[in-house]
């Protein structure tokens, strides 16, 4: 089972950028599609950003296209998320999670399948 640990989180002004990392242990990624997932303090878990495993289609949420590019390595088991012209409601603890689609990763999520949650890295947007 693969598990996952967040990094590269921190705290920037509106404006600003980072890039997370998502590496994963215990099972190779490239079979699998890996998402991007953010809670706001009081919100639920929502989807930010998925891609899927052989051709590496991207999805995004609407509330940050254009802004964030999710990417993966294989080679070092790891997915990123690049993160630019950051505002302040992307405030919140990024968390990653894998299925072997992006609609199952999003469905697990919704369904509360999936309970081994990583850490998660804070990412904190304020002026």
């Known amino acids: 089972q693969v598990q996952f640990v967040e990094s590269g989180g921190g705290s920037v002004q509106p404006g600003g950028a980072l890039r997370l990392s998502c590496a994963a242990s215990?099972?190779?990624?490239?079979?699998?599609?890996v998402s991007w997932f953010r809670q706001a303090p009081g919100k639920d878990r929502e989807g930010v950003a998925c891609?899927?495993?052989?051709?590496?289609?991207?999805h995004y949420d609407d509330s940050v296209k254009g802004r964030f590019t999710i990417f993966r390595d294989n080679a070092k088991n790891t997915v990123y998320l690049q993160m630019n012209r950051l505002k302040i409601e992307d405030t919140g603890i990024y968390y990653c999670?894998?299925?072997?689609?992006?609609?199952?990763?999003?469905?697990?999520?919704?369904?509360?399948?999936?309970?081994?949650w990583g850490q998660g890295t804070q990412v904190t947007v304020s002026s």
């Open positions: 891609i899927s495993n052989s051709i590496s289609t991207t």
């Open positions: 999670a894998a299925g072997s689609t992006c609609e199952v990763v999003t469905l697990m999520n919704l369904d509360g399948q999936i309970t081994d």
């Open positions: 215990g099972s190779p990624l490239a079979p699998l599609a």
